[in-house]
T-cell receptor
Framework: GQNIDQPTEMTATEGAIVQINCTYQ??????LFWYQQHAGEAPTFLSY??LDGLEEKGRFSSFLSRSKGYSYLLLKELQMKDSASYLC??????????WGAGTKLIIKP | SQTIHQWPATLVQPVGSPLSLECTVE??????LYWYRQAAGRGLQLLFY??????ISSEVPQNLSASRPQDRQFILSSKKLLLSDSGFYLC????????????FGEGSRLTVL
């Protein structure tokens, strides 16, 4: 079967750095996405990785290792507005998105 | 600019009643459109996707149906709701020629009592 694993919940302090991990087992791989979802709202696109390595976009970075079936989202200089759920999704060999259940990130002052 | 609208935003329905959720897209033609459901603590579940008018692919057998009567309109329906149909319903269009990321509408929260 296809599976995406993420921690259910994480807590971090304002101004700090947090890394949210995602491991996947899918039938084929055609890219990995990270989305941010604030409570009661729709997900919004954060990043896309299809090749190994780190993609940096402002305070957010996303890393991919295809051989390990592993990705992480790194958030720097955390702000209270970063409190949200972070969803990992993998596009499989049929170009269908397989979604993780999301990681709820709680930021404390 | 390209936008995607869903309505209603919130809906409370009794078991056995019908359902109709609408999604419209502006600023683009012939988009790939998707209906997802998100249950509490679970990943997004793909319900239907459409690559064009009248073309609907169903991913999960259930008591829901979808229709695409116009290029920019995607409708999710049910004749008789079940308690298990409660959830957050999201319409999305595919964006990004290379990555194909999804852009979501505001979502419709359905509670079946």
């Amino acid at each position: 079967g296809q599976n995406i694993d993420q921690p259910t919940e994480m807590t971090a302090t304002e101004g700090a750095i947090v890394q949210i991990n995602c491991t996947y087992q899918t039938s084929g791989f055609n890219g990995l996405f990270w989305y941010q979802q604030h409570a009661g709202e729709a997900p919004t696109f954060l990043s896309y990785n299809v090749l190994d390595g780190l993609e940096e976009k402002g305070r957010f970075s996303s890393f991919l290792s295809r051989s390990k079936g592993y990705s992480y989202l790194l958030l720097k200089e955390l702000q209270m507005k970063d409190s949200a759920s972070y969803l990992c999704a993998v596009k499989d060999s049929n170009y269908q998105l397989i979604w993780g259940a999301g990681t709820k990130l709680i930021i404390k002052p | 600019s390209q936008t995607i609208h869903q309505w209603p935003a919130t809906l409370v329905q009794p078991v056995g009643s019908p359902l109709s959720l609408e999604c419209t897209v502006e600023g683009t033609s012939n988009p790939n459109l998707y209906w997802y459901r998100q249950a509490a603590g679970r990943g997004l579940q793909l319900l239907f996707y459409s690559v064009g008018i009248g073309q609907i692919s169903s991913e999960v057998p259930q008591n829901l149906s979808a229709s695409r009567p116009q290029d920019r309109q995607f409708i999710l329906s049910s004749k008789k709701l079940l308690l298990s149909d409660s959830g957050f319903y999201l319409c999305a269009r595919q964006e990004g020629r290379e990555s194909g990321e999804l852009f979501f509408g505001e979502g419709s929260r359905l509670t079946v009592l």
